[in-house]
C-alpha cells in the first residue's frame, strides 16, 4: 500500500511540474517576443520592395497591426 502512494506522488508532483513548468516558459516566451519582436518595419519594407513595390507607411502600419494582432 506505502509503494502505491508513493507512485502517486511521484506521478502528481511530476505533473504538477509539467503545468507549472509550461506556463512558466509560455509566459517567458510571450515576453521574449514582445521584446524582440520577429519582424519590424524595415523588414516589412525590404520585403515588399523586393516584391517590386514600394510600400506607403500606411500599407506598412497595416501590416505591423495585422501582425500584432496575429501575435497577441
Do not use: H, W
Not at 2 to 8: C, I, T
Not at 10 to 27: E, H, M, S, T, W
Not at 36 to 53: H, K, L
Amino acid at each position: 500500500m506505502g509503494l502505491l502512494v508513493d507512485l502517486l506522488q511521484v506521478f502528481v508532483g511530476i505533473l504538477i511540474g509539467g503545468v507549472i513548468g509550461f506556463f512558466v516558459a509560455r509566459k517567458y516566451m510571450q515576453k521574449y517576443l514582445k521584446k524582440n519582436p520577429p519582424i519590424n518595419e524595415q523588414m516589412i519594407r525590404t520585403m515588399m520592395m523586393q516584391m517590386g513595390r514600394t510600400p506607403s507607411q500606411k500599407q506598412v502600419n497595416q501590416m505591423m497591426k495585422a501582425m500584432a494582432k496575429y501575435m497577441d
